[in-house]
T-cell receptor, first 113, second 117 residues
């Protein structure tokens, strides 16, 4: 099946720093989504992207749909302690049906006080 | 509006036992999904449903069965549990998109942590 390469696997940052993570694929994707998962909870949708080049913000979070349609980026500005968690990218690849949502393996964000 | 709910939250089974996980959504979504989440593996699709009365296999369907008798409920069954099925199980749902397929914006439940000994 399709695979997404999400990096970095984990990040140790100081509170107040900006964060960047990305997701890449060898296939063209039609939709990109970013989720956050807190410990013991289910993933929560943060941002959905539908067009190549699209840049969308949700508070301090900004995500972009890469122009090649094979990648997406998530930035978090001025990180705060509640940003800690696992961030997943997910994509719907071109030609995929109702099951066509593929997930990355996640980026663990750890914030040091 | 509770969104997606899952019962139970935790369960311990012995090898060979059976059980059913229940997922319910109150958003009138057409599409429902069952995933399992294992360390280092991300989320993997087990089965999904495109509407009431329909089911289809996902990436890792072996050892599981599903049923969608009512639009709001999606059941995941393990007929004979194995230690390899120890995992966290998530249910998700999505609404219909403008083109007739799913919107791909999936909304997740809180998960069921299953341990098979």
């Amino acid at each position: 099946g399709q695979q997404l390469n999400q990096s970095p696997q984990s990040m140790f940052i100081q509170e107040g720093e900006d964060v960047s993570m990305n997701c890449t694929s060898s296939s063209i994707f039609n939709t990109w989504l970013w989720y956050k998962q807190d410990p013991g909870e289910g993933p929560v949708l943060l941002i959905a992207l539908y067009k190549a080049g699209e840049l969308t913000s949700n508070g301090r979070l900004t995500a972009q749909f890469g122009i090649t349609r094979k990648d997406s980026f998530l930035n978090i500005s001025a990180s705060i302690p509640s940003d800690v968690g696992i961030y997943f990218c997910a994509g719907q690849y071109s030609g995929g049906g109702a099951d066509g949502l593929t997930f990355g393996k996640g980026t663990h964000l750890i914030i040091q006080p | 509006n509770a969104g997606v709910t899952q019962t139970p939250k935790f369960r311990v089974l012995k090898t060979g036992q059976s059980m059913t996980l229940l997922c319910a959504q109150d958003m009138n979504h057409e599409y429902m999904y069952w995933y399992r989440q294992d360390p280092g593996m991300g989320l993997r699709l087990i089965h999904y449903s495109v509407g009431e009365g329909t089911t289809a296999k996902g990436e890792v369907p072996d050892g599981y069965n599903v049923s969608r008798l009512k639009k709001q409920n999606f059941l995941l069954g393990l007929e004979s549990a194995a230690p390899s099925q120890t995992s966290v199980y998530f249910c998700a749902s999505s609404y219909s998109g403008t083109s007739g397929g799913p919107s791909y914006e999936q909304y997740f439940g809180p998960g069921t942590r299953l341990t098979v000994t």
